[in-house]
């Protein structure tokens, strides 16, 4: 397919007599050549690209040939036709050969150059005077007007890289969490706002009904303690009386006692 394209630009651009003239042949024709964009700014190291734009007005043409100068801050690293010139000529250093078998009229797109910037400064990107654009004429009548409207560039520096961010340290995950299921959330049921109020004042009656049976019950078991109490003084008091008299009793049985074996003396004399 490349060398079928070759040979067909070779074939048009002999019909046009693109190739039959020399390399400082001098354009007179009204075809403009220009760069898009015309100028920028561009950072060390960085490449770009700038498309060779052709404008033959309502003339018919069929072939263009861009011998492009560049500064000394730029070095030429890539070239190639668009699809309105088609056809791709094997062209020399900054030389860009496009050709087209139907023919172009107008503002037309022929191809790009790309550069990369090597340093810091201005340089700028022109037509040689060695540049063509043939008419579709069958005598390939160059149709430039020899203008070499150069584009400028300024060339800068880098834009400082910013430092990155410092990583933020994933959370730790637990072993022990890894296999526990998610917690279902159980619905709450809907209880009505009258619902709530009885139960709100069913709780309070039992809880009255609860106070008023403690204190019931707290003065019923007051009382039987008391009485227990009681009882219990009662019966520390009755052994105490039965005591005392058994004391007199026995008091009183020692005296007759005595009695009984001292016999008077009346009763000796008597018996004498």
């Not at 005296?255 to 018996?271: E, G, L, N, Q």
Request: charged share 15%; net charge positive; proline share 6%.
């Amino acid at each position: 397919m490349n060398k079928i394209k070759v040979l067909v630009f070779s074939a048009i651009m002999a019909l046009t007599g693109l190739v039959a003239l020399p390399q400082t042949a001098m354009a007179a024709g009204s075809a403009n050549l220009s760069f898009s964009p015309a100028g920028g700014s561009h950072a060390v190291g960085s490449t770009f690209a700038v498309s060779v734009v052709e404008n033959s007005g309502g003339a018919a043409v069929n072939g263009v040939q861009a011998d492009v100068a560049y500064g000394a801050g730029l070095r030429l690293v890539g070239k190639g036709c668009s699809g309105n010139f088609e056809i791709a000529a094997p062209a020399g250093g900054s030389s860009l050969a496009c050709a087209s078998v139907s023919p172009k009229s107008g503002v037309r797109t022929v191809g790009f150059v790309s550069f990369r910037v090597l340093s810091t400064g201005s340089a700028s990107i022109s037509f040689l005077p060695s540049s063509q654009v043939t008419a579709s004429d069958g005598q390939g009548t160059n149709v430039w007007n020899g203008a070499a409207n150069p584009a400028g560039f300024s060339l800068v520096n880098p834009a400082p890289v910013p430092a990155p961010a410092p990583a933020t340290p994933a959370p730790k995950v637990l072993s022990d969490t890894k296999n526990v299921a998610p917690k279902k959330v159980e619905a709450k049921p809907v209880v009505k706002k009258s619902n709530k109020a009885r139960m709100i004042w069913s709780i309070v009656g039992l809880i009255v009904v609860l106070a008023a049976a403690a204190v019931i019950f707290s003065e019923s078991a007051r009382k039987q303690i008391v009485a227990w109490a009681a009882n219990l003084n009662d019966k520390a008091k009755t052994p105490t009386k039965t005591s005392k008299s058994s004391a007199v009793t026995a008091s009183t049985v020692a005296t007759t006692t005595k009695a009984v074996k001292k016999p008077s003396a009346k009763t000796t004399k008597k018996s004498k």
